[in-house]
């Protein structure tokens, strides 16, 4: 990881660590007869992704001073809320993946039933991860992030960026449409990833608005950058199957803007990003790392 | 409906309008191109179902005098669950069912990818509902209703219960393992219905464990009625497809007990439950009543 300065390569392998630790501990395990249920659920989690949905909660909490279990045990409830969506999206009424992270998707490894049931389960868990006392002491706090969560990832969110992108298969959509749905579909989550830490810090509206700011551009950055990388890079090097988006027809920011000029509108989104955090004094290295790591990305 | 007592009959069509109106009023709507999402969510939903979960909601909270706009939005999120469970089980990965109350089921209507995803959206806005604090204006109640609705519908509840289901297709259970699995299936989403009344409540534990032993002997009754009515039902009755557990020759209630001793059983387990109600010296009237309802049931 060249383009990565050394010391983000190494607090986000570690933060990578202690995610998955904590979804090991969270996640069920047993000896019943449903445990295929929970070979899936882990099969489909704790299998080597980044966790950058987990290392934007844990940087932006550190901000604030959150304490690490409960950074942890939030960014772990939206890395279920990230996986269960891989899970579903890769199904064959979907988008029939059969690799995801150079491993055999959650439907292949198991069947369509148990990775459809995996999805739901750990859709479900992520809320009661969050709604358990161990995840903050306030109450009030703990509805906050269930709130924002199920804001980020349902119908008015990913589900229904999920919903356009099916849609723009048959359909075509302008740059207008495309940004709209691709905001929806992982800007939200993104999103609601950077601010989960500013709510666990309770933190004041300027700063919880400079990290929304700032996630929104980080967020389209990142899909502009992964466009690119299934029109341009290897199944070897990304670790999933390319060259879907060429393949189904559907136009993308790099179909519309072209190579050359959607990465700089990545390079912008990522500098733009970086001044949001601006308020931050210099308390936000990660999240700066974070925005210039995203756009030199190869998988 | 002769077998019901009219009072019951009427509380529960009240009941189901006010909860298809609440439901009505919080699903999505919009003109944007995923509102085939939203249709899907509402066709699953606002489908004239029995709405036997948000009755007993309904009637469990009226027992400790919650408000209704706070009754009834808990309900709407505990029917949204449901419906999500039945959109899910309905896929050809799943049941693979054509017909459901009467209607083709949601991936007919529209497509297995969109089901998916309906059922997604559904299972995620349950929890936004009850995350809001028009549910209630004490967060703690909120993450108490947010955790006990996660615990009956996740891994260890419902979810782990389906997976038992498609087991059960191939595997020998015997009556404590079928026990288990229609007590994880359906039997934990009735008793967080009759539980949420009283969390909503802030009832004693006394009154909370005899909810909780009311709705666990309803559960098991209910199910076995179920069982019965898919092996001697007609669809036409039912509005539903029948027979497909003895096609699918699964170990049922029915089929280890005989029709007569299941029969026996849930009346048992019926007038148990009834028992259970004591506390609340007759203050608990429709909920006595639905005991009574649920082993008279045609569909």
């Known amino acids: 990881m060249p383009s990565v ?21 969270l996640l069920p395990k047993s000896d019943f007869p449903e445990s295929k249920l929970f ?25 604030f001073g959150v304490g690490d279990e409960c950074a942890l ?30 491993n055999p998707t959650v439907h292949k490894k ?10 739901d389960a750990l859709l479900t868990i992520a809320f009661e991860i969050l709604a358990d006392p161990r995840t903050h002491e306030d109450p009030q706090v703990r509805c906050r992030l269930v709130t924002a969560l199920a804001r980020a990832s349902g119908a008015h969110g990913m589900v229904g960026g999920q919903m356009l992108d ?6 075509k959509l302008d740059i207008g449409a495309i940004t709209r749905l691709q ?33 929104h ?13 299934d029109a341009e890079g290897t199944e070897e090097e990304t670790g999933k199957s390319v060259g879907r ?6 136009a993308t920011f790099v179909t519309i803007l072209g190579p050359e000029r959607a990465r700089n509108q990545a390079t912008l989104l990522s500098e733009q990003a970086i001044q949001h955090l601006g308020v931050f004094d210099g308390r936000a290295k990660h999240l700066e790392d974070v925005a210039r790591f995203v756009v030199d990305r190869k998988n």
Chains 1, 2 share one sequence.
């Open 73 to 102: 045990r939030t960014a772990a409830a939206i890395e279920c809320v990230h996986c269960y969506s891989l899970i579903h999206d890769d199904l064959p009424a979907m988008d029939n993946s059969d690799l995801r992270r150079g």
């Open 5 to 25: 300065s050394s010391s983000l390569a190494a607090a986000m392998s570690d933060a990578a660590a202690a995610v998955a630790g904590a979804l090991d501990h």
């Open 183 to 215: 905001r929806m579909k992982t800007g939200e989550l993104i999103a609601v990833s950077t601010e989960s830490g500013a709510i666990l810090g309770k933190a004041s509206t300027q700063h919880l608005n400079a990290l929304r700011a700032y996630a």
């Open 39 to 63: 070979e899936a659920m882990r099969y489909g989690t704790l299998n080597g992704g980044k966790r950058l949905r987990p290392f934007l909660a844990l940087s932006a909490a550190r901000i």
């Open 217 to 229: 551009d980080l967020g389209l950055a990142f899909q502009i950058i992964d466009d690119l990388l």
């Open 110 to 119: 198991f069947d369509e039933a148990t990775a459809i049931l995996a999805g």
């Open 245 to 250: 988006d060429a393949q189904a027809g559907k």
């Open 166 to 171: 099916l849609i723009a298969e048959t359909t």
